[in-house]
């Protein structure tokens, strides 16, 4: 009966030109589609098989079992991808078994799996796409391959199981929020090469305590380790330009911070709440005559000279130039992005909560975008628009079109 049912699975992709569903009780299920690809459906898992290209990707699962084993191949051809949203309905599934064909995992493609334990990633992967283990909650420790380069956006938010993990030698890129709401990790080692933290990267960690970054990082983009409250250890490197929004924001654990010369920018709400309990300070480990200098005396921010004595005379510095910020470049970034868009979403909330969130003067024309003296969730929404048009759309749009 095994063979009698084989045959008519391989009879069926071998005739895939005609419109025929093999029946269930054949043990599979083969549709063909239009172009003559075709779907067949084994363990509960929809696999796609490409004619023109003789691979095979997943494209649903609807196991209920606690562990999952994919195949290196389905009638005859590797299984090479895993399609977006793939096992978001596997609630169940605590182990995943990935085949070493596979080469491509798209987006949010292990999203969902909230009580996934244990998965590997094969090791001809290169990029871990944006949102790929988003919420898989039960996950505590998940090994990259070597050959990856980057880690896109919310690759592994909301993660908050997640323990330990190791980001490969040759990562230069960490998309925003990649890591955002991993309540458990505690330590985190950025490979050299990277040169930003973007936005929210790090959000939310609540149990973050040390952060090691490499020599090769210029930017600490908005609220990249915002509510990390145990974080008590981070080393920033020479070569630092700037460090954005609320960076450091309610890091209350975060006693003393030494910035290098090479720093160029810090906005004023950066260490926002940081150590502001009673019994603690947060002290700027500065260098004599620096930007940092200048910015701990202007901000009366408990400071040390790292090159001197620990004198608090004023800084012999020049007034700091003023860069102008591009309409919508919140961040000072040099480009108008879905992080600018949010984050005056965010001074909008604060707004009407009744707070008064801190803001240079370039910041707050920077938000104003419509130029009504207000910053409110309009602006939020216009420099998403202008984003998505001349970014996402690639179609050239001035300000004056956004907003008439």
Same mark, same amino acid.
């Given at each position: 009966?095994?063979?009698?049912?084989?045959?008519?699975?391989?009879?069926?992709? /071998?005739?895939?030109?005609? *419109?025929?569903?093999?029946?269930?009780?054949?043990?599979?299920?083969?549709?063909?589609?239009?172009?003559?690809?075709?779907?067949?459906?084994?363990?509960?898992?929809?696999?796609?098989?490409?004619?023109?290209?003789?691979?095979?990707?997943?494209?649903?699962?609807?196991?209920?079992?606690?562990?999952?084993?994919?195949?290196?191949?389905?009638?005859?051809?590797?299984?090479?991808?895993?399609?977006? +949203?793939?096992?978001?309905?596997?609630?169940?599934?605590?182990?995943?078994?990935?085949?070493?064909?596979?080469?491509?995992?798209?987006?949010?493609?292990?999203?969902?799996?909230? /009580?996934?334990?244990?998965? =590997?990633?094969?090791? /001809?992967?290169?990029?871990?796409?944006?949102?790929?283990?988003?919420?898989?909650?039960?996950?505590?420790?998940?090994?990259?391959?070597?050959?990856?380069?980057?880690?896109?956006?919310?690759?592994?938010?909301?993660?908050?199981?997640?323990?330990?993990?190791?980001?490969?030698?040759?990562?230069?890129?960490?998309?925003?929020? *990649?890591?955002?709401?991993?309540? !458990?990790?505690?330590?985190?080692?950025?490979?050299?090469?990277?040169?930003?933290?973007?936005?929210?990267?790090?959000?939310?960690?609540?149990?973050?305590?040390?952060?090691?970054?490499?020599?090769?990082?210029?930017?600490?983009?908005?609220? #990249?380790?915002?509510?990390?409250?145990?974080?008590?250890?981070?080393?920033?490197?020479?070569?630092?330009?700037?460090?954005?929004?609320?960076?450091?924001?309610? @890091?209350? +654990?975060?006693?003393?911070?030494?910035?290098?010369? #090479?720093?160029?920018?810090?906005?004023?709400?950066?260490?926002?709440?940081? /150590?502001? =309990?009673?019994?603690?300070?947060?002290?700027?480990?500065?260098?004599? @005559? +620096?930007?940092?200098?200048?910015?701990?005396?202007?901000?009366?921010?408990?400071?040390?000279?790292?090159?001197?004595?620990?004198?608090?005379?004023?800084?012999?510095?020049?007034?700091?130039?003023?860069?102008?910020?591009?309409?919508? %470049?919140? @961040?000072? %970034?040099? !480009?108008?992005?879905?992080?600018?868009?949010?984050?005056?979403?965010?001074?909008?909330?604060?707004?009407?909560?009744?707070?008064?969130?801190?803001?240079?003067?370039?910041?707050?024309?920077? *938000? @104003?975008?419509?130029?009504?003296?207000?910053?409110?969730?309009?602006?939020?929404?216009?420099?998403?628009?202008?984003?998505?048009? =001349?970014?996402?759309?690639?179609?050239?749009?001035?300000?004056?079109?956004?907003?008439?």
């Amino acid at each position: 009966m095994k063979q009698i049912k084989s045959i008519l699975c391989a009879a069926a992709v /071998a005739l895939s030109g005609m *419109a025929a569903v093999i029946p269930a009780e054949a043990g599979c299920a083969l549709t063909p589609s239009a172009n003559n690809n075709l779907y067949i459906t084994e363990n509960d898992v929809e696999y796609f098989i490409n004619s023109r290209e003789g691979t095979v990707s997943v494209r649903t699962c609807k196991s209920t079992a606690e562990e999952i084993v994919i195949p290196e191949s389905v009638e005859g051809k590797p299984v090479v991808g895993i399609l977006r +949203s793939a096992f978001s309905s596997c609630d169940n599934t605590k182990k995943l078994v990935l085949p070493e064909t596979v080469t491509e995992i798209a987006n949010y493609g292990l999203s969902g799996m909230a /009580a996934l334990e244990e998965v =590997n990633l094969p090791a /001809a992967l290169e990029k871990i796409e944006g949102s790929v283990l988003q919420k898989c909650e039960s996950l505590e420790t998940v090994t990259l391959p070597e050959n990856i380069t980057e880690i896109g956006s919310y690759a592994f938010s909301g993660c908050k199981s997640l323990k330990t993990i190791v980001i490969p030698d040759k990562v230069t890129t960490i998309g925003s929020s *990649a890591f955002i709401n991993c309540e !458990a990790l505690t330590e985190i080692t950025i490979p050299e090469g990277v040169t930003r933290i973007p936005t929210f990267c790090f959000s939310g960690c609540t149990s973050l305590t040390t952060v090691n970054l490499p020599s090769t990082i210029t930017a600490i983009d908005a609220e #990249s380790f915002n509510l990390c409250g145990k974080l008590s250890k981070i080393n920033l490197p020479e070569g630092l330009k700037t460090i954005n929004n609320f960076a450091f924001s309610n @890091d209350k +654990s975060l006693r003393t911070l030494i910035i290098p010369r #090479s720093v160029e920018l810090i906005t004023i709400n950066s260490f926002y709440k940081c /150590a502001n =309990n009673a019994d603690k300070k947060f002290t700027l480990g500065v260098y004599k @005559d +620096s930007y940092a200098h200048q910015y701990a005396v202007e901000q009366k921010y408990d400071y040390f000279l790292v090159d001197g004595e620990n004198e608090t005379t004023e800084p012999e510095v020049k007034e700091p130039e003023v860069k102008e910020q591009a309409n919508g %470049d919140f @961040d000072g %970034d040099g !480009a108008v992005g879905a992080e600018d868009a949010q984050n005056v979403l965010n001074v909008y909330a604060e707004l009407i909560a009744g707070n008064v969130p801190e803001l240079t003067d370039a910041q707050k024309k920077a *938000a @104003d975008v419509n130029g009504d003296g207000e910053i409110d969730s309009a602006d939020a929404q216009y420099i998403l628009l202008y984003y998505v048009q =001349n970014v996402i759309a690639g179609v050239p749009t001035t300000w004056e079109e956004i907003i008439k």
